[in-house]
């Protein structure tokens, strides 16, 4: 296990790497319990109870093998789960001292496996004569296509971006989920013998050749406020914002005046990033109070202990400036008397995504319902196309969009079961 140790840490990209010692330490603390209350909360199944015990004697092989076998993002979500509201939160040992770190362990096990150069997903050796295509190259597409192409499908996903990962890739800061992470998960599930096609958008008639077809396009439709000066430039959107630094353009935010508005994961995520990468002041200004935002308090912490500042119940109703943002105005969100204005040269709306399922033109408008999201049965839309993740069930964790993924996939091997 020497080679894990020579890794090298970056603190910029966030490559965090655990050392044999730590881990093993840390499963030590395991209770080995018989109904192990942490896989039963894991929504993706990754069974933490299994790779625990296997990384407490000794057997990294076999905890790796649990994790990417369960779970075929299992990098990605080793680093983006949200453990203390799931495994973490229903471990046993909270009630004697404090849970096990199993995010910790479970990116501690991917290390091995990318260290020592495991190859944990296998494709099954009976080949199935069915093709079948995923539209969208995000979590629950990509879930879909390694249990797929594992069962012996030929799979091929379409993908509008020059990249593969969705909101993973274009929508996730770098500094919490690292390319090279993304990039590895990927490449585990193209050695199956997945297709990608990318910068590819796919019609009806397209998609007629395929046995079945799995829509896994996510939301990425812009939900901006309705106020003055909102396509000023150095005005973003979340996603558009985070676009820039995972194509490498950091320079824009450096002693630069930030403001991020929102409450939520992705608002922490545009306020981290734009700190760490030399941003001057940075600010998440939020309608609500703390207590009602959905951001995990582990992340706000995290963020507060950076030097970022929070302002509550305040909401914005104009952007101005001459050409380019100069400041934002606010006024409250509960006391419309209440009023701020804050000086910023970037402002980022991380106010969440809408759907933009109506716009793929592959089934009717009866399928999509008043928020724009796909309707399904369970997973299915109708006849041979299936859908699962974002843009059924709006906005979610990569957790859950695995579990999608794995429901979609066993509703379609039924349907193609119950064709032959």
Not at 35 to 58: E, H, L, M, V, Y
Not at 163 to 184: H, N
Not at 196 to 203: D, G, I
Not at 377 to 394: E, M, P, Q, R, S
Request: hydrophobic fraction near 40%.
């Amino acid at each position: 296990m020497s080679s894990i140790l020579k890794q090298t840490y970056n603190d910029v990209e966030g490559l965090k790497y655990i050392s044999p010692k730590i881990a093993m330490e840390e499963a030590a603390r395991c209770l080995l319990c018989y109904d192990a209350p942490c896989s039963q909360s894991c929504p993706a199944g990754t069974d933490p109870a299994k790779f625990i015990r296997s990384i407490r004697f000794r057997n990294v092989k076999g905890a790796a093998e649990t994790i990417r076998e369960n779970n075929p993002l299992g990098g990605i979500c080793a680093r983006v789960c949200p453990y203390d509201t799931l495994c973490e939160k229903a471990c046993s040992a909270t009630k004697i001292e404090k849970p096990i770190r199993i995010g910790l362990l479970q990116q501690f096990a991917v290390q091995q496996e990318k260290a020592y150069g495991m190859k944990n997903l296998k494709v099954s050796d009976t080949k199935k004569n069915k093709k079948v295509a995923c539209v969208g190259a995000g979590p629950a597409s990509l879930t879909v296509a390694a249990e797929l192409a594992k069962a012996g499908y030929d799979v091929s996903i379409f993908e509008k971006e020059a990249k593969a990962g969705g909101m993973l890739t274009y929508g996730i800061a770098p500094v919490r989920l690292p390319q090279e992470v993304i990039d590895y998960d990927i490449e585990q599930i193209k050695n199956l013998g997945v297709k990608f096609n990318f910068n590819s958008k796919v019609t009806k008639e397209d998609l007629d050749t395929f046995d079945a077809v799995f829509v896994g396009t996510g939301l990425w439709g812009e939900n901006l406020p309705n106020i003055e000066g909102i396509n000023l430039q150095g005005s973003f959107s979340a996603v558009k914002f985070l676009k820039e630094f995972r194509k490498g353009n950091s320079y824009f935010v450096k002693d630069k005046n930030v403001v991020v508005v929102g409450g939520g994961d992705v608002a922490i995520d545009c306020a981290v990033t734009a700190n760490v990468y030399g941003a001057k002041d940075v600010r998440i200004v939020y309608r609500r109070t703390l207590e009602e935002a959905p951001g995990n308090m582990r992340e706000f912490v995290h963020a507060f202990e950076r030097g970022i500042s929070l302002t509550t119940n305040m909401a914005p109703v104009a952007v101005k400036g001459n050409g380019s943002v100069e400041k934002v105005e606010f006024e409250g969100f509960r006391n419309k008397t209440d009023n701020m204005t804050v000086s910023a040269d970037i402002v980022v709306f991380a106010t969440g995504q809408s759907s933009e399922a109506k716009d793929l033109g592959l089934f009717s408008d009866e399928y999509i319902n008043e928020k724009g999201l796909i309707k399904a049965n369970n997973t299915n839309i109708t006849g041979k196309y299936f859908a699962g993740g974002d843009v059924v069930h709006g906005a979610k964790t990569v957790v859950e969009a695995v579990k999608a993924g794995k429901e979609a996939t066993v509703a379609i091997i039924n349907y193609l079961e119950r064709k032959n």
